[in-house]
């Protein structure tokens, strides 16, 4: 059962999904890492099959770009990038594009705008699926990243628990209060202070 502040806060501070008011040109399933039996989290399991699915619906073929964590321990991020497409399989038509490795959600979409324009996109409409609490500050970030798209918002709601490497990721309660504090950083000190943030990890 979930707690009722957890219901309250997600009444109160999430977003609401925008995946039916546009047709998009890219869709991002946002990361977070691999657990310590290195397999995909939850709420990226989650946020790659909505992805996958919000693709298959567009009226033309949209691409899936992604972006996956370098600073778990060495080789992390191909041991990534090899977990998602496995879970994807054929669940999506066309090579994902795969961003450099990254170390927390500003270097993800500086990357990811990086490694789409490399491929000649330019996408004006951008859905990012992402759990509910990363939201708002998310949003934030894509939207000063790319200042000449719009960014609509798909949630999933992410179980959270102590397998997870990133150490604020090991509970819901947690991840919900770092992303305020995330979003509150991103309001008062800016994008270019939150990009220098790193997630304390264990690597064992």
Not at 5 to 25: A, C, I, K
Not at 154 to 159: I, P, Q, S
Not at 175 to 190: D, E, P
């Amino acid at each position: 059962m979930v707690a009722w502040w957890y219901r309250l806060m997600r009444s109160v501070y999430g977003l609401r999904d925008e995946v039916e008011s546009y047709d998009f040109d890219l869709v991002v399933p946002l990361g977070y890492g691999l657990t310590t039996r290195d397999e995909l989290p939850d709420a990226e399991r989650k946020a790659l099959w909505a992805a996958a699915q919000i693709a298959k619906k567009q009226k033309h073929r949209v691409r899936i770009a992604w972006a996956s964590s370098t600073y778990f321990w060495p080789g992390c991020k191909e041991k990534e990038d090899e977990e998602k497409i496995k879970f994807l399989g054929a669940g999506i038509s066309g090579l994902p594009i795969i961003a450099s490795g990254i170390t927390n959600s500003v270097s993800e979409a500086r990357e990811i705008k990086a490694a789409v324009l490399n491929c000649g996109l330019n996408p004006k409409n951008i859905v990012i699926v992402l759990d509910w609490p990363h939201a708002r500050s998310a949003k934030m970030i894509w939207e000063e990243i790319f200042p000449d798209s719009k960014i609509a918002i798909k949630n999933v709601e992410g179980l959270w628990d102590s397998s997870h490497r990133a150490v604020l990721q090991k509970s819901k309660g947690r991840w919900l209060f770092v992303c305020v504090l995330r979003h509150l950083a991103l309001i008062f000190l800016g994008v270019e202070w939150v990009s220098r943030i790193q997630h304390p990890t264990e690597t064992d």
